[in-house]
T-cell receptor, first 112, second 113 residues
Framework: GQNIDQPTEMTATEGAIVQINCTYQTSGFNGLFWYQQHAGEAPTFLSYNVLDGLEEKGRFSSFLSRSKGYSYLLLKELQMKDSASYLCAVRDGREYGNKLVFGAGTILRVKS | GAVVSQHPSRVICKSGTSVKIECRSLDFQATTMFWYRQFPKQSLMLMATSNEGSKATYEQGVEKDKFLINHASLTLSTLTVTSAHPEDSSFYIC?????????FGQGTRLTVV
């Protein structure tokens, strides 16, 4: 099975940088995703890592270490609108269809 | 534009009735679709994998007779919540994989009264 851990809540200040960590234990690892979800809405895709290293996409970056079962999402120049839940998800490639298994999510609160 | 369309976005039903939720992939064929459920302040929990032309694969603890899944075509999967109870009230959301990325429908807020 899979086990995905991420902090429950974080608070950061507008304009700052915040790092959200995710650790996982899984068989059949086939990629790690980060999604942003505002309350009552569907998740929106932020980033995808399948190889070790850093992927940068504007204000958002994501890092993966497969040997350590570890990823982080880095948000720079925080804005109030970044207040949301951030979901770490691991893709299981063992079964047809490549299902995604989600962590519990990290609620980020950005304060002014 | 949207890749996945889910309908309805909100539904209120009485206890004991059934509710059908549709998930459509737009402009591409999806042999597999995924159904998730999300309770307030919790993460998305995978309920089942919908497979076109064959039986759905249910996650452990999900009652297949209560949550009926039909994937009759390459663009449509339906989830029917049968004999709904108040504890089934939740946010149901479907997703499809395309080009290695998971795309989500808009979600359906189900309230059972």
């Amino acid at each position: 099975g899979q086990n995905i851990d991420q902090p429950t809540e974080m608070t950061a200040t507008e304009g700052a940088i915040v790092q959200i960590n995710c650790t996982y234990q899984t068989s059949g690892f086939n990629g790690l995703f980060w999604y942003q979800q505002h309350a009552g809405e569907a998740p929106t895709f932020l980033s995808y890592n399948v190889l070790d290293g850093l992927e940068e996409k504007g204000r958002f970056s994501s890092f993966l270490s497969r040997s350590k079962g570890y990823s982080y999402l880095l948000l720079k120049e925080l804005q109030m609108k970044d207040s949301a839940s951030y979901l770490c998800a691991v893709r299981d490639g063992r079964e047809y269809g490549n299902k995604l298994v989600f962590g519990a999510g990290t609620i980020l609160r950005v304060k002014s | 534009g949207a890749v996945v369309s889910q309908h309805p976005s909100r539904v209120i039903c009485k206890s004991g009735t059934s509710v059908k939720i549709e998930c459509r992939s737009l402009d591409f064929q999806a042999t597999t679709m995924f159904w998730y459920r999300q309770f307030p302040k919790q993460s998305l929990m995978l309920m089942a994998t919908s497979n076109e032309g064959s039986k759905a694969t249910y996650e452990q603890g999900v009652e297949k007779d209560k949550f009926l899944i039909n994937h009759a075509s390459l663009t449509l999967s339906t989830l029917t919540v049968t004999s709904a109870h108040p504890e089934d009230s939740s946010f149901y959301i479907c997703s499809v994989n395309r080009g290695g990325e998971a795309f989500f429908g808009q979600g359906t807020r189900l309230t059972v009264v």
